[in-house]
């Protein structure tokens, strides 16, 4: 099974900060990671597919990147509707999650 | 535009089997990948399998002696079932279309409890 070690798992932020999530796979995934929101009681939302490609109706705010084992997901100019939790998966292999993060408002 | 809607009992009791429909409408079953994944109370996910435009399946290997996933293209329908559950089976799953799990149903809580 690959890995994904997600970090942090909680997230504190200011409205219009600049915040980033990582997730290291434990092997090469060949940029095959996509990132979900989830708000509570809601269903995972895709927001970005093979590491940086956004899904239609993502906000611009949002971005990913990254290649190897290593990549990162990024949200500039937090707004509140943006608060929620944050997951990445590979689906190079059998699929595996990260651990999630929790984004708070500071 | 697709849409997918899990039913299914709430509540098994233990060492009985969980068994879950997933209803999917705007899209055929008989193209892309069907899975079904879930997320447990202390908030980790977990994909269990899922089953192919052509029929075949793929298992997490953690499950792979409880779970069968099947399908019924005729009422564009497929279906989860996990044997000898416990507690640690509590969970809310998700049905989801492709391999990047796109689009997702609402989920339905199942909890395991004699």
């Known amino acids: 099974d690959i890995q994904m070690t997600q970090s942090p798992p909680s997230l504190s932020a200011s409205l219009g900060d600049k915040v980033t999530i990582t997730c290291q796979a434990s092997?090469?995934?060949?940029?095959?990671i996509a990132w979900y929101q989830q708000k509570p009681g809601k269903a995972p939302r895709q927001l970005i597919r093979y590491t940086s490609t956004l899904v239609s109706g993502t906000p611009s705010r949002f971005s990913g990147s990254g290649s190897g084992r290593d990549y990162s997901f990024s949200i500039s100019n937090v707004e509140s509707e943006d608060i929620a939790s944050y997951y990445c998966l590979q689906y190079d292999n059998l699929p595996t999650f990260g651990g999630g993060t929790k984004l708070e408002l500071k | 535009e697709v849409q997918l809607q899990e039913s299914g009992p709430g509540l098994v009791k233990p060492s009985q089997s969980l068994s879950l429909t997933c209803s999917v409408t705007?899209?055929?079953?008989?193209?892309?990948?069907w899975g079904w994944i879930r997320k447990f109370p202390g908030n980790k996910m977990e994909w269990m399998g899922y089953i192919s435009y052509s029929g075949s399946t793929s298992y997490n290997p953690s499950l792979k002696s409880r779970i069968s996933i099947t399908r019924d293209t005729s009422k564009n329908q497929f279906f989860l079932q996990l044997n000898s559950v416990t507690t640690e089976d509590t969970a809310t799953y998700y049905c989801a279309r492709s391999r990047d799990f796109a689009y997702w149903g609402q989920g339905t809580l199942v909890t395991v409890s004699s």
């Open positions: 092997q090469n995934i060949n940029k095959y």
């Open positions: 705007g899209y055929s079953i008989t193209s892309n990948y």
